[in-house]
């Protein structure tokens, strides 16, 4: 299963499952970010951090390592 941060731009992807621990993973919930959402890829900054998303109509910033942790489908 892939990450959100190996999905080029351009891209939706549903997502599958969140990983990580507590409040990482409360504040990705949070953000809006759950499982079954449809998630955009808008555009990804030249060294890969951050990457811009839209998630549930509105723009989001999220950091590699925050992507690392919502696999998708």
Do not use: W
Not at 20 to 37: F, L
């Amino acid at each position: 299963m892939r990450t959100l941060r190996d999905i080029p731009c351009g891209r939706t992807v549903r997502v599958a499952k969140l990983t990580g621990e507590g409040p990482v993973k409360r504040r990705i919930m949070d953000m809006g970010i759950t499982k079954g959402v449809e998630v955009s890829v808008r555009k990804v900054a030249p060294l890969g951090d951050p990457m811009q998303v839209t998630v549930r109509g509105y723009e989001l910033s999220l950091r590699k390592a925050d992507a690392e942790m919502i696999m998708v489908e």
